[in-house]
T-cell receptor, first 116, second 112 residues
Framework: DTEVTQTPKHLVMGMTNKKSLKCEQH?????MYWYKQKAKKPPELMFV???????INESVPSRFSPECPNSSLLNLHLHALQPEDSALYLC???????????????FGPGTRLLVL | GDSVTQMEGPVTLSEEAFLTINCTYT??????LFWYVQYPGEGLQLLLK?????DKGSNKGFEATYRKETTSFHLEKGSVQVSDSAVYFC???????????FGKGITLSVRP
């Protein structure tokens, strides 16, 4: 089973709201990722957690705050977002710590976020 | 730096037509290569992969062969179906910084 689940599926929020996206995997994977995908574009890497520690932050604005409470769960906390942050947010996981050349990333279905 | 180049789209085919989607790459070292598919309104699904030269990845009738001499990983299917309509992304992983490098993606539409 290579399932990554994400909730909610859709989210609408105002610019002053605080919300969180959730991602879970039960495959024993030790690396988890957040991506942002705009329409008709490839995903852009935001954050990588390796063995529950933040290993990569791709210069993401501080209004996005990731959290990895345990090896199966990844959250993305959202605060004071801008309309241009509207996008599909994808979570992914891979088996090792993320640095292996042959590691395969498995993606969740995404959360479609609209910021008004 | 690493990069993936996909042929320009969109591509429209009739059902049962032969499909080729070109993908070439530039990378340091010996990357692994992937094809991901994204159906409308969904996340990315791994379609197939190859981890070394001359490996052939295959799944659901799709195939791609890792060609080191031409730095290519072209996706092929002998007979496409309407259900294959989706966006296809070619990607590579060199193991550096956990990053997948994606191509721009190409939209495939298959008409009945």
């Amino acid at each position: 089973d290579t399932e990554v689940t994400q909730t909610p599926k859709h989210l609408v929020m105002g610019m002053t709201n605080k919300k969180s996206l959730k991602c879970e995997q039960h495959m024993g994977h030790r690396a988890m990722y957040w991506y942002k995908q705009k329409a008709k574009k490839p995903p852009e890497l935001m954050f990588v957690y390796s063995y529950e520690k933040l290993s990569i932050n791709e210069s993401v604005p501080s209004r996005f705050s990731p959290e990895c409470p345990n090896s199966s769960l990844l959250n993305l906390h959202l605060h004071a977002l801008q309309p241009e942050d509207s996008a599909l947010y994808l979570c992914a996981s891979s088996q090792g710590g993320g640095a292996g050349v042959s590691e395969t990333q498995y993606f969740g279905p995404g959360t479609r976020l609209l910021v008004l | 730096g690493d990069s993936v180049t996909q042929m320009e789209g969109p591509v429209t085919l009739s059902e049962e037509a032969f499909l080729t989607i070109n993908c070439t790459y530039t990378a340091t070292g010996y990357p692994s290569l992937f094809w991901y598919v994204q159906y409308p309104g969904e996340g990315l699904q791994l379609l197939l992969k190859a981890t070394k030269a001359d490996d052939k990845g295959s799944n659901k009738g799709f195939e791609a062969t890792y060609r080191k001499e031409t730095t290519s990983f072209h996706l092929e299917k002998g007979s496409v179906q309407v259900s294959d309509s989706a966006v296809y992304f070619c990607a590579l992983n060199t193991g550096a910084n956990s990053k997948l490098t994606f191509g721009k993606g190409i939209t495939l539409s298959v008409r009945p």
